[in-house]
């Protein structure tokens, strides 16, 4: 599944074959969280125009709308968004914890109320596999506790053990439901979750743990980007790869800027997803190759220019900056759909461009000019 064809220092170039295409890594996954990229970009968009390979969308907001039995009975996820390449669909996990106000987390999963409507929900191992196989994505994510940073420790090291419990009920109820005949995607991939907060011992011994399960297609670490110092994020990976299978694509997940994917690659992370290029760009931040640019400001009023005059993407090739400007200051929905359409193209461009570098020996190169410049504010 996963082929490995070259290193640059820790920094990996892969390759991921699946049941709906092989995806050339490291790779940036554009969030589609409710089977749309908010914004007004469609599949045909992402497909033709932005370069993109994977889409991620979630099982949590899908379950509650339109319901994981309606996309079932539409022929699953591809066939609902017309997306013909790789979907990730995230376990729910997250958003379980993160929205919902009220929930009891018990050895079966976690009961709580709907962010929606306030009905109550159940979801533990064995409902969201099967929701995600509803679902019928290309890589179904294991479901997982997410505590809060920072956690006790003695919590932190039960979270873990449950996590490890679940991922083995997520594999035996996938292995069943990639059994029955009414499955549209019988194919479908399992990615178990690393956790254990900021503590190194515990996310050692938990990626030490769940790596010896080899019905999990590749691993992703978990529980970082929540609001700890990205120094810290960083540590973590660094303690944790070593013991990730080499065989096996990394995710790291919810992460991030343009720089945290750089310095993460840097450190043997291949996969990557976050909802900053979409949001920043709805709010008039843009990502370019000389930093980011928030094009609401006035300096931008008479400014015949792209967004990038390195970028050759649809919004690039066919707006100026005043134009945009123009659209956000006006109110317009045009303005958000063209800077969504160009950073998700820069993010696209930059992991591609990442592989480039290492496919030809310069990645330390591309890392010393653009880790740093990229989070700075655009000069020009």
Known sequence: MYKLIKTNGK???????????????????????????????????????????????NTYHLHV?????????????????????????????????????????????????????????????????????HLASTIAMAFDECVENPAEYDYSKKSCERTTRWL???????????????????????????????????????????????????????????????????????????????????????????????????RGIDLFDCVMPSRNARHGTLFTWNGIMHIANKRYELDERPIDTECDCPACKNFSRSYVRHLFKSGEQLGGRLAVTHNLYFYNTLTERIREAIDNDTFDGFRAKYSALLSSKAED
């Open 65 to 133: 709308r339109p319901g994981d039995d309606v996309i079932y009975k539409m022929g699953g996820l591809h066939k609902f968004m017309n997306w013909h390449k790789p979907i990730l669909t995230d376990s729910g996990g997250f958003q379980v914890f993160s929205l919902a106000k009220l929930r009891r987390i018990k050895e079966e999963g976690v009961y709580f109320n709907s962010h929606v409507d306030g009905r109550k929900i159940f979801m533990g191992p064995e409902e969201s596999m099967l929701i995600q196989s």
């Open 168 to 266: 083995e009920r997520c594999i035996k109820e996938m292995k069943r439901l990639n059994s029955l005949d009414g499955t549209i995607n019988r194919d479908q991939l399992l990615f178990g979750i690393n956790q254990g907060c900021t503590y190194d011992d515990l996310r050692i011994e938990h990626m030490k743990t769940i790596r010896e399960f080899e019905y999990c297609a590749g691993f992703a670490i978990g529980g970082l980007a929540v609001g700890e110092p990205t120094e810290v994020m960083y540590h973590v990976i660094e303690q944790v790869e070593p013991f990730m299978p080499v065989d096996k694509p990394r995710y790291l997940m919810g992460v991030g800027t343009p720089s945290n994917i750089i310095e993460a690659v840097a």
């Open 11 to 57: 920094a990996r170039r892969g390759e991921f074959t699946t049941v709906h295409g092989t995806i050339q890594t490291p790779v940036f996954m554009n969030v589609g969280t409710a089977a749309a990229i908010k914004g007004g970009i469609s599949s045909i968009d992402l497909d033709r125009e932005l370069k993109t390979q994977v889409e991620l969308c």
